[in-house]
């Protein structure tokens, strides 16, 4: 074929045992074979681009798919679901005709090849998601995990993927309300940026990703096309890293924030004008994937002349249009009236777009380049119909090995006080100022907690114009533990969900609804399978029983370097709302002479802990129990009292249990405090890491109101002293100087990344 | 009598300005909404120039802002004594239009920051300082890459000798020359600020406390007295 001349479906059909280069985009045999039968003759390039991309783990879910089936069947019951699983995002009512979208997502393997914009253009990418839906993006959060904090190449990926947040979420205009910095020597070849972006929108005015009513315009507007991770989706999102990553640099895109910026309040004004029928945005997959969702969940057809793609680069043949992840460019359906308010709009904005097809009710997907039919299919085989793997799969060989090596057998400290220094100047417990320092957190102006509180909170208010203010808040938290999903992925993925929500209702918030991110090994590894199931049969069940359905989120497989796979590290993210954000509880110590109060029950759980992995290195046995009723009894208590104005301050207990809890909240404000532990032996009551425990700060006069509250939903809780001082003093066991816990809790981050 | 008019600018990749119009409210004050590609100024009291990354700091920051339409406005009525805001790029757009001297660049340390930063009023002797009294110490935040504030020795010699300091850094953030926040002309109409009052107008949200008001006060107040004095 010469450079210049194209593979119609004509050539296709007069060539049908040419060969195409099917397994170098990743396709399996069989695969092939299917696209065959669907077409009932060989795919043509652009046919191929199309199936290979949309067939791809990343945007197939085939692997997954029989086990993410739980979470629509285990769903529980929520008056708050408006739309679930299946959509760009999903979407939640919070009250008052006000609905929050929400959604993480990964992308880890371009932040390994290039961390700037391999981090910029996840946060991109969600960011769009949560535009799709019709909403306007509100504020962002990341989880991101790292090798070892001074091994030599985190100094080469943290520095670019926190300066790729920064540079992008700064310019874009959104706030960067939490999220989370963990570090493990298992990230080190495959760390670890799982974005999330949460948006809000009035009820009535959510838009879905379809192209229905024949004779309807196809618009795509936004940045032009260019080479930009062409084959990214397939070829990147779903190979294992060996040695060739530096031949892979030119697939990962590169972002635009201006632009991005600019197409938010250019979407914005498109909903409010109602001139937009159906919208989707390009992501993984770019045009293939936005042409064929569209026309499968609209009427069912579409017509698209290819040639017409504005491009950045003009030599850019059809198959690498098809496959461009160009960023910064959505696709909408308009209807032939509304056309030229719609283009008067993008113009206003500064923003090109063209009409590059049209809706028809053929059944088939029709793309032509310059007068030749290049594609001809069924959208929905591309877009629905891809493989369906049932994996084998099976508990690693060492699992057994592993759990029982149980951390009961580590030596005990005998000194407390440093004990608790070295966790919380550990880079896990450390604060993350050197990172959180670098994004804007106040933009827009509805930022009421950010970190390092537990989660983060917004008043929902002048989202668009003209809309009726509220006194609602929403609260949002991301979590994920590594070290317990490896000892137990079913409990672990509980325990990630189990911190988001308690995070979430500290603030005193109601959790509402899950987004996850899955990140795990090779699906073709059974070990890494059993990890996989386990992990979302936990979260399942674990949603039944907390009330939160899960509303969208995205795996990420191949998570490994050589036949090493990560920790399996399900990262869940809980959304919550405030009916009045005036009553939020901030975190930590306030204010002086306020009763500090232990929520919860404290066993003698170490395995997976802080203080086995700092102290030594060690990781075995299993993780605490996850006790969900008790988490609902608590998250019911500390929403409860929140309301009636209780609570003076509050934190969670994870990590490194209760003494991390007391320094952070001593920190948080630089008000000490005076406690005697509750009376069992020192070392657990300090840093057992027991599931479904906060500190509260409760006011004097109400403790006994709030005592009684504790005791109708069987909340055990102890009093342990008062806030005041300059110390963190643990009667008869440690006394700190708050001056020597900022040094050590501040020092460790900026030593080692300047 | 009607509210003082403040005009809020609004160039592609202005993020500050919902922000900035709240405040204006909040203090008392009409926000009025300026298009970058309007070559109206709507007969404002003052005018508000927010930050962001107008034109996506393309080229330099604030360099291509100060070419709008808008602008070729703006820049006369300044001169002309029209009292003018600039916080963040709003500071980098008055510099790049010569209506304020110096210019900023990369901070010291190469990050971008975000934090609630202590500073120190030095002139309350501006349309928009007057609510705070010099040698008053607040704290508003701070959110930038580029705002480290350089001059040449002759022209920082002038802006310390005329008293055009109005804001200085206490614990300088980003290598700023004499700790320099924020500046005025000579006249006193125009100010540049790096830190973002309008982040600090509630006790709700953004930073901590309401020292960020008095900007905002200031301004409809000194709008009030040439009303009344006209």
């Known amino acids: 074929m010469s450079a210049l001349s194209v593979d119609s479906v004509q050539r296709a059909e007069q060539t049908p045992d040419e060969r195409l280069p ?352 290049i594609v001809d299919i069924p959208p929905g085989t591309a877009a629905d119909e891809g493989p369906v793997y049932e994996r084998p799969y099976h508990e690693p060989a060492g699992q057994a090995a592993l759990n029982s090596d149980d951390a009961a057998r580590l030596e005990r400290p005998t000194d407390l006080r440093a004990t608790l220094l070295s966790l919380l100047g550990s880079p896990d417990l450390s604060s993350k100022e050197w990172v959180t320092g670098q994004y804007d957190r106040y933009v827009r102006g509805n930022t009421v907690l950010a970190q390092p509180a537990d989660a983060g909170v917004l008043r929902v208010s002048e989202v668009m114009p003209g809309a009726t203010e509220t006194n609602r808040g929403i609260a949002l938290a991301t979590d994920g533990n590594g070290r317990y999903a490896k000892l137990d992925p079913y409990a672990g993925a509980q325990l990630a969900l189990s911190e988001a929500y308690r995070n979430v209702a500290v603030t005193g918030a109601r959790p509402l609804a899950v987004t996850d991110c899955l990140n795990f090994g090779s699906p073709e590894d059974p070990e890494v399978m059993w990890q996989f199931a386990e992990a979302v049969r936990g979260l399942a069940d674990a949603c039944k029983i907390l009330g939160v359905p899960v509303t969208g989120g995205n795996v990420s497989f191949y998570n490994q370097t050589g036949s090493v796979a990560i920790h399996p590290t399900p990262v869940i993210g809980v959304l919550g709302v405030l009916d009045d954000v005036r009553g939020r509880v901030p975190s930590g110590f306030t204010g002086e002479g306020a009763r500090v109060v232990l929520l919860g029950e404290t066993g003698e759980e170490f395995g997976g802990s802080a203080w086995a992995h700092v102290e030594h290195g060690h990781l075995g046995g299993l993780p605490p129990a996850a006790v969900l009723e008790a988490e609902r009894a608590l998250a019911t208590v500390l929403v409860e009292a929140a309301a009636q104005g209780m609570l003076t301050g509050s934190h969670d207990l994870s990590d490194g249990g209760l003494a991390i809890a007391l320094a952070e909240s001593c920190l948080a404000h630089g008000v000490g405090c005076t406690v005697t532990l509750p009376g069992g032996d020192p070392f657990t009551d300090l840093f057992s890491e027991s599931a479904a425990r906060a500190l509260v700060t409760v006011r004097p006069e109400a403790f006994a109101v709030f005592a009684a509250l504790c005791g109708r939903h069987e909340v055990p809780y102890a009093g342990l002293g008062l806030t005041g001082g300059s110390s963190l003093t643990v009667e008869g066991v440690l006394d700190v100087p708050l001056d020597e816990l900022r040094t050590v809790h501040e020092g460790t981050l900026p030593a080692i990344f300047g | ?214 900007f905002f006060t200031s301004i409809l107040k000194s709008s009030l007295e040439k009303l009344v004095n006209a």
């Open chain 2, 1 to 214: 009598m009607s509210a003082a008019r403040v005009g809020v600018v609004t160039f592609p990749g202005t993020l500050d300005d919902q922000d900035a119009a709240r405040a204006v409210r909040h203090a008392g004050g009409e926000p009025v909404p300026l298009w970058h590609a309007d070559t109206d100024l709507k007969g404002v009291d003052a005018v508000f120039l927010p930050g962001g990354f107008s034109y996506g700091d393309y080229l330099r920051c604030g360099a291509i802002s100060r070419f709008a339409p808008l602008m070729e406005q703006l820049i006369p009525a300044a001169r002309a004594g029209l009292p003018v805001l600039g916080t963040c790029n709003g500071f980098q757009i008055l510099c790049e239009a010569h209506l304020l001297p110096g210019a900023l660049v990369k901070n010291a340390g190469l990050h971008y920051i975000c934090r609630d930063q202590r500073l120190r009023i030095e002139s309350a002797d501006t349309p928009w300082t007057a609510d705070y009294t010099a040698g008053q110490e607040v704290v508003i935040p701070i959110k930038h890459g580029e705002g480290r504030y350089v001059a040449d020795a002759a022209t920082l010699a002038a802006v310390e000798a005329n008293g055009q300091v109005v804001v200085r850094y206490l614990g300088n953030p980003n290598g700023s020359l004499n700790d320099i926040a924020g500046i005025r002309n000579e006249a006193g109409n125009v100010v540049g600020l790096m830190p973002h009052p309008e982040h600090a107008v509630e006790e709700l949200t953004g930073g901590p406390g309401t020292d960020g008001l008095g």
């Open chain 1, 22 to 373: 099917y397994a170098e985009l990743g396709m399996k045999d069989d695969e092939y074979q299917r696209v065959k039968e669907i077409l009932g003759r060989r795919p043509t390039g652009s046919e191929l681009a199309i199936y290979s991309v949309m067939w791809s783990e990343h945007c197939s879910y085939k692997s997954s798919k029989v086990h993410l089936r739980q979470f629509a069947a285990k769903a529980p019951k929520s008056d708050a679901l408006l739309v679930g699983m299946g959509e760009n995002a999903g979407v939640v009512d919070i009250g008052d005709g006000w609905a929050a979208t929400f959604k993480i997502e990964s992308h880890n393997h371009p932040s390994y090849v290039e961390p700037h914009q391999g981090a910029a253009t996840g946060v991109g990418g969600i960011v769009r998601d949560i535009m799709a839906m019709g909403a306007r993006p509100v504020a962002v959060m990341d989880s991101l995990r790292f090798g070892a904090a001074d091994a030599p190449d985190t100094r080469r990926v943290l520095p670019g993927v926190v300066e790729g947040i920064s540079s992008y979420g700064n310019c874009l205009g959104l706030p960067n309300i939490g999220g989370e910095v963990a570090f493990d020597p298992c990230y080190i070849g495959n760390p670890l940026v799982n974005a999330l972006c949460v948006g809000l929108l009035r009820k009535d005015q959510i838009k879905l990703a379809t192209a229905p009513g024949p004779g309807n315009k196809v618009v795509l507007f936004g940045a032009l096309t260019g080479p930009d991770g062409i084959g990214g989706a397939s070829v990147l999102a779903s190979a294992t890293f060996e040695e060739e990553s530096q031949a892979k640099r030119p697939s990962v895109q590169v972002g635009d924030p201006f632009m991005e910026k600019l197409l938010i309040e250019c979407c914005l004004e498109l909903f409010a004008a109602d001139v937009v029928v159906g919208i989707q945005d390009l992501g993984a997959a770019g045009v293939s994937c936005a042409t064929t969702e569209l026309a499968a969940k609209g009427t069912g057809g579409m017509d698209v002349r290819l040639d017409l793609v504005p491009l950045r680069d003009p030599s850019l043949r059809p198959e690498e249009i098809l496959m461009s992840e160009s960023q910064e460019r959505m696709m909408a359906v308009v209807t032939p009236d509304d056309i030229d308010a719609f283009m008067a709009i993008c113009a206003k904005w500064d923003l090109p777009a063209t009409v590059i097809g049209e809706v028809t009710d053929t059944g088939r997907l029709v793309m032509t380049w310059h007068g030749e039919t």
